[in-house]
């Protein structure tokens, strides 16, 4: 059974940094594409940042480019989101995500996702 932990969230002021974490287990890890997902009070779930499962490709929101980075450490099943310079818009639960599809490439949208995270509140104050 397949199981996404995420952690790292709270309170971050903005302009300052925070790192999000999301373990996986119950299968090969490496094998699988990763996302983030970001989700508003009274706001759709959208996509934050996506990785391919080589780690060769990656996908931001137009939103978070150049400010969040996406990675994946295979040998510790687990993918990161770095938030630098993070703005009171990005206060939201955080969730991660991963693929049926194996050896895929990134997914921008939530459909094509298979498993999530529980989430974890991400709040920036300005």
């Known amino acids: 059974q397949v199981q996404l932990v995420e952690s790292g969230g709270g309170l971050v002021q903005a302009g300052g940094s925070l790192r999000l974490s999301c373990a996986a287990s119950?299968?090969?890890?490496?094998?699988?594409?990763m996302g983030w997902f970001r989700q508003a009070p009274g706001k759709e779930r959208e996509v934050v940042a996506a990785i391919s499962w080589s780690g060769g490709s990656t996908y931001y929101a137009d939103s978070v480019k150049g400010r969040f980075t996406i990675s994946r450490d295979n040998a510790k099943n687990t993918v990161y989101l770095q938030m630098n310079s993070p703005k009171p818009e990005d206060t939201a639960v955080y969730y991660c995500a991963t693929r049926k599809v194996i050896y895929s490439g990134y997914a921008n949208r939530p459909a094509q996702y298979d498993y999530w995270g529980q989430g974890t509140q991400v709040t920036v104050s300005s």
């Open positions: 119950g299968r090969t890890f490496s094998n699988y594409a």
